[in-house]
């Protein structure tokens, strides 16, 4: 048995060491050549699509559930008019970290096969296990996707009310915490929060 | 002479809705947009802005629930968790530095104190709501109490009688 696929491997090495026979040096480098931008191309696309919006929710499960959720919120409709997709949130921006995303985002499509979470109710059941990924991710990577668009270089405290200002001063600006630590439910509803404290709670009890 | 004959039967036009609301408004509040035919398309007034700036305001009588001085979009208010509770419940206030929730809200209906929020209080909203700068429509002649009391030997009833 070992013998055997040893033979394979060593005719395949065989046929793929030899110098071509058939074809020219030229037509194997560009050919190669195009090959490969094609390939690349159709790899960055199909990654691309797979990062829009209309993919996220040509699902149901997301369509109905997150998405309708996200609607309510300021992420959605505001005064400046900007709105955060669900990649902006959820998708790393770097190309490594993308992939790794991309690579765990595999689980979802055995969830979708699978129905996990196909009616409002299983994802309810299932939302905190989901809600737990993401704020665990977040917080990971120090909230890195809030970042992407909020900066605390670029926070202006004097333009907030002292509430906000006296919170981020002393959690934000001193690294204590992250922005998911306090800003949790932004963008979706929460799930039964027993258990979860609130960020400034945390800080004060750790003491 | 054609020409301005039309531009005077346009003007006819233009006023007749201004004419009819006129009429149809004479004793309502006064709102633009308040009860008008319903052939017309009347724009709504803009929406107040929300009071945002963290002042406390005074309460107008002893038993008022305090004012919210800060935005609550998005406040979650349910069976999975209440939002203002992560600031405002004794055990968060030390890291929020909120005002806590007052100690009636441990009561039951029954008066029995219980050992955190009383599910009859549960919903803040109910009772306190954050303020717009929207302008009352109807007149109030609502007088507070200190000057009721204050003003009552130097001819505050004029002022209550009001």
Not at chain 1, 56 to 81: A, D, V
Not at chain 1, 106 to 111: D, L, P, Q, T, Y
Not at chain 1, 150 to 166: G, L
Not at chain 2, 49 to 54: A, I, L, S
Request: glycine share 8%.
């Amino acid at each position: 048995m070992i013998s055997c696929a040893l033979n394979l491997a060593a005719r395949v090495w065989r046929v793929f060491a030899r110098p071509s026979v058939h074809f020219s040096l030229g037509f194997l480098t560009l050919g190669g050549f195009l090959a490969g931008v094609l390939f690349w191309g159709g790899f960055n696309t199909a990654l691309e699509a797979t990062n829009k919006e209309a993919f996220c929710i040509s699902c149901h499960e997301m369509k109905n559930n997150p998405y309708e959720e996200l609607k309510q919120t300021i992420h959605f409709t505001n005064r400046s008019g900007v709105r955060a997709t669900c990649p902006d949130c959820h998708v790393p921006h770097e190309w490594t970290d993308k992939i790794a995303r991309k690579m765990q985002a595999s689980k979802e499509v055995w969830g979708k096969i699978f129905g996990t979470i196909d009616t409002r109710e299983k994802f309810l059941d299932k939302r905190l296990e989901l809600a737990n990924h993401e704020w665990s991710r977040l917080k990971a990577n120090n909230s890195l996707e809030c970042r992407n668009c909020h900066s605390a270089e670029s926070m202006d405290i004097t333009r907030q009310n002292p509430r906000a200002a006296k919170m981020h001063e002393t959690y934000l600006f001193t690294g204590e915490r992250t922005c998911i630590d306090c800003h949790k439910g932004i963008a979706h509803r929460l799930p039964d929060m027993n258990g979860v404290q609130p960020g400034w709670t945390g800080t004060v009890s750790a003491k | 002479m054609k020409i301005r004959l039309t531009f005077g039967a346009l003007a006819l036009a233009a006023a007749i809705p201004v004419l009819a609301s006129g009429v149809f408004a004479a004793d309502a509040p006064k709102v633009p947009s308040g009860p008008h035919p319903i052939t017309q398309d009347i724009p709504a007034e803009p929406m107040g802005r929300e009071v945002t700036d963290d002042i406390k305001k005074v309460r107008n009588y002893a038993d008022q629930p305090p004012l919210i001085p800060h935005a609550i979009r998005d406040y979650q208010i349910d069976l999975n968790i209440n939002k203002c509770l992560t600031c405002h419940d004794r055990k968060n206030t030390e890291g929020s530095q909120a005002p806590m929730i007052s100690v009636t809200h441990f009561q039951d209906r029954d008066g029995q104190t219980l050992g955190t929020v009383s599910p009859r209080r549960y919903f803040c909203i109910q009772c306190h709501v954050p303020q717009t700068d929207a302008k009352p429509i109807v007149g109030n002649s609502f007088v507070d109490i200190d000057k009721v009391l204050g003003n009552g030997a130097l001819g505050g009833g004029k002022e209550g009688a009001k």
